[in-house]
DNA sequence: TATGAATGAGCTTTCATTCAT
DNA sequence: AATGAATGAAAGCTCATTCAT
């Protein structure tokens, strides 16, 4: 066995350091904003060396877009196959998103603020990423009107933004104002909130 | 008889000229990266008379977010003096949001990408604007929890968040597919799915 | 007969409100940071005026320099034409510097900081000024050298350089310490430490 | 062996390489005209790369000035620490001053045309220079009037200006008529008209 | 005469990217 | 692997000058 320290491995690491010192520019200076130089010192080296690990900026920034949607669409693959309830997809849809933040802040960060929103970024790779994760979160609505657990008056497309809004907003103001989340209640209660208020206010008249 | 060319008149409608032109420009690359020659081009004028009408980029953007937050507010204000019910008023926020769309798309857009979340852009003065929005809206939702309209045991900050949420997400989407509004009939349904599903969600228990 | 107010004579006095904004102008920022827009505010009017006056912003400096030079050199030829002895031409030359410093300050300051240095000014033109006014008082150098009363064995253009720079440094101080001139009897005790030293140190050997 | 190709002394070349492309084309030009691409062409590189050895423009301005001034300045200390009588002091100053027009006439020439005189390139920092430098050549005269070498009735500050002055012009017409020093006998003969002519004439009455 | 809107060349500065070492 | 010197395209901003009114 080489050891932890096989070229391989190395490579790996650092690449990641520089992806994880991407992150962190980023989220402060937003992607346009940030430099290469920026992030190079952020990571504790030169900027020549970022140019081994990624091919160009935008590159690096496709490889941190990727690693999002890759991870969200995984959990929700994962959750596919344990063949639960809507409602507890949803929830597992909801502590993702609270999971990610508390572990890697940065990520979510940039969902909020370039990936999610900043149509200047929208490359038709990520576009796609995106009409993905939105039929999919669509899905589980159709599901969940099929049993009757939520109204079917209002189209499944609908019941899809009014809830991924709900969580969005809540991210996004913990992310603008920096709040840390403070330890497991405090996220129990949010994310109760928010799949409450959906649950009621879009459960079908009896 | 003075006409509508009184000089004061051109000079203000060459600045709405330009005002627009920067809302289109700024709408499709994103504020860093709308150049100023670009905003010429879409306002059919030589790139030096921006700086006749403006004194900076900056300041360009800066006239757009204070006309976003004026108008915003402004319509709170009148709201308000209707002193009509809490109901009422979040419907009026709701009804804002979209004529606004259906009317100017560009200001909406550019208050979902640049202005509500990217952190970059953040000055002060913007931030400030904000949280008064934020606050007005708070207000709205803990006068609703007084009247028994909406629960008590969520915190009216979180109504809020989940509230603006979902009218955000359907904004978004929309601008993000760059759907137009087809008339007054898909407005008012999707503003009923908004106000239903989250006045239903967040009523209290009897 | 027209009075005051007959058309040339008010071109004539537009023209020196505009010329003297342009010394004052010129005299803060230097010619080349000196703004058309500027000159204009300060003289009042709008810049595009200046433009009925002036030829362009580098005639309104040829003017302002021709007006120097020749009002200079007509001092001379009145000296010259009073056939006085060197020693009153020499004091002549530093009262009149006196005087315009005292009347006209901006033109002092104009020619000690552009016009007498900055070569980056220098058009053939006014290198052509300079070299006659150079040489005029060479001449008077020479004169007094051939009746005995400066030394001989120092070139005459030496002794020029020596005599002028004395004057140009005070007038220099005082312009870029913003000195006013106090009266009569400052004015003269100035003049006669530039005049005996000279005149003492440069007199010939017993 | 380190050779002479250290990265540092490489660094410190390169700069000083640019350092006397700026002198040269500021010379010429003067400094508002001096383009970053001119500096760049003088020195035989690309004009990005003035920006790795300097901030910005007014950097390196500022970069001349400071090396003018301490040069100048550290001559004086040397001159004071030789504990020389003060006509042999002035003779330093006057003999470093022929020395730098023989050695590195742009310095001179920047000095006379952009330093000593224009008042819109007067930042406080050099202003202070100037001040020291006017006032430590003061002491020289103040020194010298208490050892009866120069008359008292005239205040050493005014000594100061006339003896400057003298200098000032000299190097003043050779830089704008572009003389070249012809040798050791041309500057001797310069420097003993300079100070005979000086000396002689503020010597104090018998 | 008088105004100031309009133009665009020209300049500084930034920064992604390349490449010699 | 690693550095940072070197390049130059690109963008913001200024301002002399023109011209319609």
Known sequence: MAGSNAPNENK???EAVIFDAACKVIRSK???QARITDIAQAAGISYGLVYHYFRSK?????AIQREWWQSLLNMMDVSDRKSISPEEKLADVVHYFLDV???R????HIFITEISRASSNLTPENLEWFKIFMSRTENIMAEAQSGRILRSDIRARYLT????GGLET?????????QPLKGRTQKQRIADAILEVFLNGARPKP
């Open 12 to 14: 790996k690491e650092k």
């Open 30 to 32: 937003g992607f346009h």
């Open 58 to 62: 935008a590159d690096l920034f496709e």
């Open 101 to 103: 933040y508390e572990n």
């Open 105 to 108: 802040p940065d990520m979510v």
């Open 161 to 164: 933004y009014i809830f991924l």
């Open 170 to 178: 809540f991210l996004s103001t913990m992310v603008l104002e920096n």
